[in-house]
């Protein structure tokens, strides 16, 4: 009796440790990078296109996948789904690199976005930032 005892003392004590370790953050915060700044919806306009006419009302969601690199989703079929890595020149944000332009003026106008992307242009303004983490 006194060790069935002694074995429930010794379970009840440590399911609070093992709960307390069931509710850690799987992950740590991040520092805050281009990416984070840029994130977010926007709307716009196809104003451009190799392929095809303008389009109007098209909506681009910008979303976070890394340190300085971000996925490219669109409402608009003709626009495919990409992910850019960024870097800063002077008061922009830029494509660091690939075929694609990207654009965002950090001074003149922060929440205006400048796309090329499979030979069509869009530009547009930010209509949602994402949630705060």
Same mark, same amino acid.
């Given at each position: 009796?006194?060790?069935l005892?002694?074995?429930a ?13 069931? =509710?850690? /953050? ?5 520092? $805050?990078d +281009? &990416? ?10 196809v ?6 006419s ?28 990409? =992910?850019? /890595? ?5 008061? $922009?944000? +830029? &494509? ?33 930032a994402?949630?705060?983490?």
């Amino acid at each position: 009796m006194h060790r069935l005892l002694s074995v429930a003392i010794a379970a009840s004590l440590l399911m609070p440790l093992a709960a307390h370790a069931e =509710t850690k /953050p799987a992950t740590a915060p991040h520092k $805050a990078d +281009l &990416a984070d700044r840029v994130a977010g919806t926007y709307n716009g306009a196809v104003i451009s296109d190799a392929r095809g006419s303008s389009k109007n009302n098209v909506t681009i969601t910008v979303t976070r996948i890394g340190a300085n690199k971000v996925e490219i989703k669109s409402d608009y079929a003709r626009l495919p789904t990409v =992910t850019i /890595p960024l870097e800063k020149a002077m008061d $922009a944000i +830029l &494509a660091a690199s690939g075929p694609w332009v990207f654009l965002l003026d950090t001074v003149r106008s922060p929440d205006r976005l400048d796309l090329t992307i499979d030979d069509a242009s869009w530009s547009g303004t930010r209509v949602a930032a994402p949630a705060p983490r």
